[in-house]
């Protein structure tokens, strides 16, 4: 099993920022992809950010330039640096771990954390 703590939501001003963390623990094996997904309410949910153990990236066209995510293998711990926040990434923000290659394994989630950018 895979436990998945978020950590870091809450609710800015646009033009504002917010670091999310995520931790794994369990059975965690060296290759693999973790990464951030969010929802709303009547929409599905979608990739944000995502970050293999190899270091490949991959961002949502619609945050580049403003959001990074990076990992610290040692801690098993990725995290999601925010900024320039808009109102439209208010969301549900939701830490993901897959084992690769990933058509062999299940997805694991996070509880989720809330983001609201609003004024």
């Known amino acids: 099993q895979v436990q998945l703590m978020e950590s870091g939501g809450g609710l800015v001003q646009p033009g504002g920022s917010l670091r999310l963390s995520c931790a794994a623990s369990?059975?965690?094996?060296?290759?693999?992809?973790m990464g951030w997904y969010r929802q709303v309410p009547g929409k599905e949910r979608e990739l944000v950010a995502a970050?293999?153990?190899?270091?490949?990236?991959t961002y949502s066209d619609s945050v580049k330039g403003r959001f990074t995510i990076s990992r610290d293998s040692a801690k098993n711990t990725v995290y999601l640096q925010m900024n320039s926040l808009k109102p439209e990434d208010t969301a549900v923000y939701y830490c993901?771990?897959?084992?690769?290659?990933?058509?062999?394994?299940?997805?694991?989630w996070g509880q989720g954390t809330q983001v609201t950018v609003s004024s």
């Open positions: 369990g059975s965690i094996f060296s290759g693999n992809v």
């Open positions: 970050m293999t153990s190899a270091g490949g990236l």
């Open positions: 993901h771990y897959r084992r690769v290659p990933a058509y062999l394994y299940q997805n694991h």
